[in-house]
């Protein structure tokens, strides 16, 4: 029988979170900033909300609910899978959305849902390719739609297909993050899409290894785990542009709606802004990495 205390990604990395420690720096240090700036767009916080989905039966109308708490928290919201129509509504809401595609097997579907979410006006557009298969080792079909992976060559064509910002959601290696790069992506989420794999190496112990490839040349978003302003800045001290929370916000969204969502990103960025102040952090890119230590 499978051990899911050992196995569950979710639990290796929650456990990973919690075993980094971290220094306190107080002498010079100063109100800190929690600003994002993203693709040409000030925000205000690094905090966005996760490419989720069906969030109907969360709450009524819970895409365009969270969407909303982001548009109110002037944070990024990421979009998942779903119709055209919703995105339409998701993004009439004001708010800076990012939409992630699945990777279907036909091409021509992420073609036009990559025109389409560019006509919506969106920030970036991608695709989660850690959604190809499933766990037999066949592609995986998503609510009747067939996934295929895809090759580096078909990356560049829809990278070369638009003037949006290309994502790759879901590199989890340094060979995939040395692809996207020659693929000219302009953005990758590290992510194991909440433990899509066991045994899935925890973001951000990958995370340096990653940055150090990435050099500054794009954004490095993380995902996965995230429930507190300490997870976040452990993650961008350790190389993240910005962080996506998922999970965490299912409940306050459920409860309160969009009141509820933004709710939660003003209070996660609080605590991010606290653990910056004690660690003379002044800005969301400048958190020396050095902060962070390892509990063993
Ligand atoms: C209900 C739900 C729906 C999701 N739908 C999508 C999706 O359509 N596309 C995608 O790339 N990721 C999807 N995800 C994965 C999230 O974007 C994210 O990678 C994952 O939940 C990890 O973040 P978390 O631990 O903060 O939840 C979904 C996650 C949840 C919980």
Known sequence: MENLRTSDSNIITRDYFDSLLIEMRHIDS??????????GERFDTPIMMAALSHLNKVRENGMVEMAKGAFLANAVNWAGMGE???LEEITSTGAKIIKIIKPYADNQIIFKKIEHAKKCGVLAVGIDV???FSGNGKY????GHPMTSKSLDEIKEFVKSTNLPFIIKGVLSEQDTIKCLEAGVRGIVVSHHHGIMNYAVPPLRILPKIASIVNKHIPIFVDCGVVSGMDVFKALALGASAVS???IIMDPLSREGANGVKETIVKM???LAGVMARTCSP?????????????D
Do not use: C, F, K, M
Request: aromatic share 6%; net charge negative.
């Open 30 to 39: 100063i109100i800190p900033s929690t600003t994002l700036e993203l693709y």
């Open 84 to 86: 055209e129509e919703e």
């Open 130 to 132: 850690d959604h190809a």
């Open 140 to 143: 995986d079909n998503v609510l």
């Open 245 to 247: 929370a998922g999970r």
């Open 269 to 271: 960025t609080e605590e």
């Open 283 to 295: 800005d969301i890119n400048h958190i020396d990495s050095s902060v962070i230590w390892n509990r």
